[in-house]
Each structure stands twice: as structure tokens, then as C-alpha cells.
């Protein structure tokens, strides 16, 4: 395997989009943690939607991320992991980490790279996204994760001695978003 960066927001700050928008002078094979994680799940039978596997338990989360990692594993060259730095659970009323720290060091990230939107935006994206079924969450709760996702990649950044990029994608400032994960980007795998 090449240099793995890990690329995290939460759901609605448009990570997806961005990507969608660089990737066709990609250096790096795009991963979506959370796409393998609900393949593996559907195949077993106990989802039968994406955003069910925020509400599976500690363990079969945990047991799923494991499981696609070991895939993520027998990939060749530079990887960008699109995935969660922390998971909300409604229905436990908890927030977990998207990966846990022992992981982390097992994959020795190149870099992390946090997309960030202001919790106003993210909760209009979210509203305006059809397509998926996320949890109904308040701008103050939206906030809160915010701020745990940014206090736990300080720790993992400190931890792993690597950089830090944060990315904000302010409503109408797309393009400005686009150009930062580009030169972002391009430092962490040229390094």
C-alpha cells in the first residue's frame, strides 16, 4: 500500500461533493469506509440502508470497520479513506469514534483532512438531500459534534505526529473549498 490520507466531516459537509469535483486529476484511489462497511453488512443481512449502520451497537460497528478494513488492506497504492471521525447514534444517544486510535496507528495515516461547513449549512444540506435518511439533528447538537470531531483529531493529529488540514465549505464559497482539498491534497501524497 501507498500513503493513506484520511479525509472526515460529518454527514452534510460536503465531503462527497468535493470529491466529486477534483477527482478527475486523482493521484490516489478514493475509498468510502462507509459504502464497503454497508456492503458487508447488506450481505449479512442486518441492514438494508447506509444510514441503518449508525444505529447498529458498539460492537457490530466495530466488528463492520474491522471487516473493511481488512479489505482497505489489499488495496495497492495511494488511498483516500472517506469516512467519519466520529459516528452519532441517536438511538443510543451517543457519539463514537469513527476509528478508533489503535487503528489509526495500525494504518499510518499520511495526513487527515477535516471538511468542516458551519452547522447552519450542513443542517440546509442535510434537509435538502433527498436521497439519504440521516437523523434530524439541531443546529446546537450539530455543533457539539463539531467540536468533538475537532478535539479528536487534534488528539489523533498530536498522537500520529502528522498534519492537520482544515477545510471549510461555506455555502457559496464551493469553489475556494475545492481549490484547498486540491493543494491539500497534493502535498500529502507528493510528500
Do not use: W
Request: aromatic fraction near 6%.
Amino acid at each position: 500500500m501507498g500513503k493513506v490520507v484520511l479525509l472526515v466531516g460529518i454527514s452534510g459537509a460536503g465531503k462527497s461533493t468535493l470529491l466529486e469535483k477534483i477527482s478527475a486529476s486523482a493521484t490516489y484511489t478514493l475509498v468510502n469506509l462507509g459504502t464497503i462497511m454497508f456492503e458487508i453488512a447488506k450481505s449479512e443481512g442486518i441492514v438494508s440502508t447506509r444510514d441503518q449502520i449508525k444505529k447498529l451497537k458498539n460492537y457490530d460497528t466495530s466488528r463492520l470497520r474491522d471487516l473493511a478494513f481488512q479489505k482497505i488492506g489489499k488495496e495497492q497504492g495511494n488511498l483516500l479513506i472517506d469516512t467519519h471521525i466520529s459516528i452519532e447514534n441517536s438511538d443510543q444517544a451517543c457519539i463514537s469514534p469513527g476509528i478508533p486510535i489503535d487503528l489509526l496507528s495500525q494504518i499510518k495515516p499520511a495526513g487527515l483532512i477535516y471538511i468542516d461547513a458551519p452547522s447552519t449549512d450542513v443542517l440546509e444540506r442535510r434537509l435538502a438531500d433527498t436521497s439519504r435518511s440521516r437523523e434530524n439533528q439541531t443546529v446546537s447538537a450539530l455543533d457539539t459534534q463539531r467540536i468533538i470531531d475537532l478535539s479528536l483529531l487534534s488528539y489523533y493529529m498530536a498522537y500520529l505526529n502528522i498534519p492537520l488540514y482544515i477545510i471549510i465549505n461555506k455555502q457559496g464559497r464551493f469553489e475556494e473549498a475545492a481549490t484547498s482539498l486540491k493543494k491539500a491534497l497534493a502535498t500529502l501524497f507528493d510528500k
